[in-house]
C-alpha cells in the first residue's frame, strides 16, 4: 500500500539546476532514512544521498558541494537540489524509503539528462 512518486526530472543544459521530489503515501508511520539512487544506461546504480530524520545527510563524492539532500518528515517527502548539473549526471534518478516497521520501498524513478 506504500508508494513513493517521483517528480522534477527533466532536461537541462550542463551548468542548470533541477530539483527533485518524491512523496511517500499509504499506511505511514516514519520513514528513516530517505534518499536517493541514480542509475545511468550501463552502469551500477549509485546512491547519491542519504537523509535521517535527524538531519544528517550523506553525499556521493561525486555530487558533494553541488547537490542537497532535504526532507519534509511532517509531509514524508525528501527533496534533491541540483545545481552545476554536469551531463555525467544525466541517469534516472530513484528515491528510497525505509518504511520504520514495514522494509524498504522505491519510486519509479524520473529521468535527469543534461545536455553538453
Known amino acids: 500500500q506504500v508508494q513513493l512518486v517521483e517528480s522534477g526530472g527533466g532536461l537541462v543544459q550542463a551548468g542548470g539546476s533541477l530539483r527533485l521530489s518524491c512523496a511517500a503515501s499509504?499506511?505511514?508511520?516514519?520513514?528513516?532514512?530517505m534518499g536517493w539512487y541514480r542509475q545511468a544506461p550501463g552502469k551500477q546504480r549509485e546512491l547519491v544521498a542519504t537523509?535521517?530524520?535527524?538531519?544528517?545527510?550523506n553525499y556521493a563524492d561525486s555530487v558533494k558541494g553541488r547537490f542537497t539532500i532535504s526532507r519534509d518528515n511532517a509531509k514524508n517527502t525528501v527533496y534533491l537540489q541540483m545545481n552545476s548539473l554536469e551531463p555525467e549526471d544525466t541517469a534516472v534518478y530513484y528515491c528510497?524509503?525505509?518504511?520504520?516497521?514495514?522494509?524498504?520501498?522505491w519510486g519509479q524513478g524520473t529521468q535527469v539528462t543534461v545536455s553538453s
Open positions: 499509504g499506511s505511514i508511520f516514519s520513514i528513516n532514512p
Open positions: 528510497y524509503g525505509r518504511i520504520v516497521g514495514l522494509g524498504s520501498y
Open positions: 537523509i535521517f530524520s535527524s538531519g544528517s545527510t
